[in-house]
C-alpha cells in the first residue's frame, strides 16, 4: 500500500521560508517521478514542480521558478520543497504525487497523492 505523507507546512510571514517534506512508503521510491501540486480555496489543484526518479531533471512552474527547488534523497525515500520569498498568492495546501511519469505537469497522470499540508503566507 502507497504512502505519502507529508509535512513541514504553515503560517509565514511574506519574503519568508518553508520546507515541505514527503515520506513515501509502499512500493520502490526510485522507480517513479515525483512531484509537488497545490490547491488554493476555490481553485483548481497546480502544478508547482517535478522531479524525475533519480532526482536528474527538474521542472517548475512558471509562478515558483527561482523561489522554490525541488529535491529528492532516495536513501530516505523522501521528497523535499525548499520554499523561499513566499508570497501571500503561494497560500494553498500542498499535495506530494507520485507518477509513473518521470516528470509530469498533469493531475491525470498522478497515481496516488498525499494527503496535503497547509501553506499560509501573511502579508
Known amino acids: 500500500q502507497v504512502q505519502l505523507v507529508e509535512s513541514g507546512g504553515g503560517l509565514v510571514q511574506a519574503g519568508g521560508s518553508l520546507r515541505l517534506s514527503c515520506a513515501a512508503s509502499?512500493?520502490?521510491?526510485?522507480?517513479?517521478?515525483m512531484g509537488w501540486f497545490r490547491q488554493a480555496p476555490g481553485k483548481e489543484r497546480e502544478f508547482v514542480a517535478a522531479?524525475?526518479?533519480?532526482?536528474?531533471?527538474?521542472q517548475y512552474a512558471d509562478s515558483v521558478k527561482g523561489r522554490f527547488t525541488v529535491s529528492r534523497d532516495n536513501t530516505k525515500n523522501t521528497l523535499y520543497l525548499q520554499m523561499n520569498r513566499l508570497i501571500p498568492d503561494d497560500t494553498a495546501v500542498y499535495f506530494c504525487?507520485?507518477?509513473?511519469?518521470?516528470?509530469?505537469?498533469?493531475?491525470?497522470?498522478?497515481?496516488?497523492w498525499g494527503q496535503g499540508t497547509q501553506v499560509t503566507v501573511s502579508p
Open positions: 504525487a507520485q507518477s509513473l511519469y518521470p516528470l509530469t505537469e498533469k493531475s491525470a497522470q498522478v497515481d496516488y
Open positions: 509502499g512500493r520502490t521510491f526510485t522507480g517513479y517521478g
Open positions: 522531479i524525475s526518479p533519480i532526482g536528474s531533471m527538474t
